[in-house]
């Protein structure tokens, strides 16, 4: 398998490389487990977004780098958007958009309201994780003041609105 260097927060890592199709691949960021990885970014990440009131993720790859996130910043808690609907949530709210879904548990929604909100992706491609996140924010009755990931790619969506520390290129055959 092919592999890709990158430096992320002056950590080096080997991105396996995966095809997409006979003319696309793209470099793979996985950081579960990667506790060097997560702690580094985090802190590059602290440097760069106020402290929110609340940081709301997805589930599953977002989870490290939220918690970790939450913990430099001196917080409790934060807020993960699952997947589906689990039998201990009560109510919910939820959103979905070509085949992704997110769904918060009401207590969390509660917790949610008035909040100024960091929304938190490991990685950005298409942008509508991100973009389900924040609409599940608004849904609440919190409003977004800021969007970090550790990685973004590809060149369809505009990065300007989102804080990331690396720029993970498109490769081309």
Known sequence: MALFTMEIA???????????????QI????????????EACARALVEKVTR????VTAETK?????????RLYGMSH???????????????????AEG??????GQDAKRLKEKHVLVVDDFVGTGRAIQ????LVRDAGAKTTAKASI???GSSVQYDDITYLVHIPLIRS
């Not at 977002?62 to 939450?70: N, R, S, T, V, Y």
């Not at 992704?100 to 548990?105: A, G, K, W």
């Open 10 to 24: 002056g950590v080096s890592r080997q991105l396996p490389v995966i095809s997409v199709n006979d003319q696309l």
């Open 27 to 38: 470099a793979t960021l996985n950081i579960l487990g990667d506790c060097e990885l997560v």
């Open 52 to 55: 929110p009131d609340l940081i």
């Open 62 to 70: 977002g989870i490290p780098l939220a918690a970790e996130l939450a």
């Open 78 to 96: 934060f807020i993960v958007a699952r997947k589906e609907h689990k039998p201990y949530m009560q109510t919910s709210l939820s959103q979905e």
């Open 100 to 105: 992704l879904t997110y769904v918060l548990d």
């Open 132 to 135: 389900l996140l924040e609409q």
């Open 151 to 153: 990685a973004v790619q």
